[in-house]
């Protein structure tokens, strides 16, 4: 069984461009979750997407999209670029809707500077 | 109401002690609280999880006590070892607020050898 994988590992952006950042989730998995965690700061939930329809979205702008795919992959995507989006990606895949049995990825770590 | 507060911010334990880190909430309407471990450079890792109809939940060396009219839970590592040394995640969630599972700060566990 692969678990959730996530690229790239590390990203430097420069502040106003654009990002994506990719997820794989665990085999069977059909729902992803996306987590913005700062540097000594406990995860915070972005959204979650479930059969490729958003599910349920957490307090970020607009600017702060995603896709999923037929297989379940996903994809952030963040427009015009703060400082304060500095932060791991956590990208989390569960068999269920909702927030249970979520299990996470290793993450993306976004640098803007 | 939304918020978990999660206390301590560190702590440090002797090998083969008792690790206890608790967390209160606010929001009656949570109905899933779950513990994460999150070693550096890697994802949090689910624990154990508890629902509010039971008291208490024992994994191995973890337990999750669960107080419904004080609205507080915590977790319990008995034997704690060099190995555990992580940060501690508590969360909670509700399947009303669009699905979204919400973090402690975090707690810093150091068990020394």
């Known amino acids: 069984e692969t678990g959730v994988t996530q690229s790239p590992t590390h990203l430097i952006k420069t502040r106003g461009q654009q990002v994506t950042l990719r997820c794989s989730s665990q085999s069977g998995h059909n729902t992803v979750s996306w987590y913005q965690q700062a540097l000594g700061q406990g995860p915070q939930f972005i959204f979650q997407y479930y059969r490729e329809e958003e599910n349920g979205r957490g307090n970020f702008p607009p600017r702060f999209s995603g896709l999923q795919f037929p297989n379940y992959s996903s994809e952030l995507n963040v427009n015009a670029l703060e400082l304060d989006d500095s932060a791991l990606y956590l990208c989390?895949?569960?068999?269920?809707?909702?927030?249970?049995?979520?299990?996470f990825g290793p993450g993306t770590r976004l640098t803007v500077t | 109401q939304q918020q978990v507060k999660q206390s301590p911010q560190s702590l440090i334990v002797q090998k083969g002690g008792i690790s206890i880190i608790n967390c209160a909430y606010e929001n009656t309407a949570f109905d899933y609280f779950p513990w994460y471990q999150q070693f550096p450079g890697k994802g949090p890792a689910l624990l154990i999880a508890?629902?509010?109809?039971?008291s208490e939940k024992k994994e191995g060396r973890f337990t999750i006590s669960f107080n419904k009219s004080a609205k507080q839970f915590s977790l319990h590592i008995m034997d704690s070892q060099p190995g555990d040394s992580a940060t501690y995640f508590c969360a909670a969630s509700t399947m009303d607020s669009s699905y979204k599972l919400i973090f402690g700060s975090g707690t810093r566990l150091l068990v020394r050898p």
């Open positions: 508890i629902r509010p109809d039971v």
């Open positions: 989390a895949s569960s068999n269920q809707r909702g927030p249970y049995e979520q299990y």
